[in-house]
């Protein structure tokens, strides 16, 4: 299994972001995928997750109405368009196989991108 995340950068408060998360190793189309992410000084947080078929999603409480994930199963990628952000979003991102609201669960994940939101 390897995942790959990318997308991530600085961004003043309010932008946008899309992280994208490159699957190999298994076949995609068949698992769930999540998204989780560790801010300085903190522990993993869930953020997402998305069904196989990418017919279900959840989302963490305080991510609801700003972020969104979504997959396309023919490319095996794994995408979270990120909207209004907050300083408080400033983490490293890491994509996970399966579906899983327990973040130190999530494996195996990526190596993380970094996303800063600052002004």
């Known amino acids: 299994v390897q995942l790959v995340e990318s997308g991530g950068g600085m961004v003043q408060p309010g932008g946008s972001l899309r992280l994208s998360c490159a699957a190999s190793?298994?076949?995609?189309?068949?698992?769930?995928m999540t998204w989780v992410r560790q801010a300085p000084g903190k522990g993993l947080e869930w953020v997402s997750s998305?069904?196989?078929?990418?017919?279900?999603?959840a989302y963490a409480e305080s991510m609801k109405g700003r972020f969104t994930i979504s997959r396309d199963n023919d490319r095996y990628t794994l995408f979270l368009q990120m909207n209004s952000l907050k300083s408080d979003d400033t983490a490293v991102y890491y994509c996970?196989?399966?579906?899983?609201?327990?973040?130190?669960?999530?494996?195996?994940r990526g190596q993380g991108t970094q996303v800063t939101v600052s002004s």
């Open positions: 190793g298994f076949t995609f189309e068949f698992f769930p």
């Open positions: 996970a196989k399966g579906w899983t609201f327990n973040a130190t669960a999530a494996l195996p």
């Open positions: 998305i069904s196989s078929k990418g017919s279900n999603t």
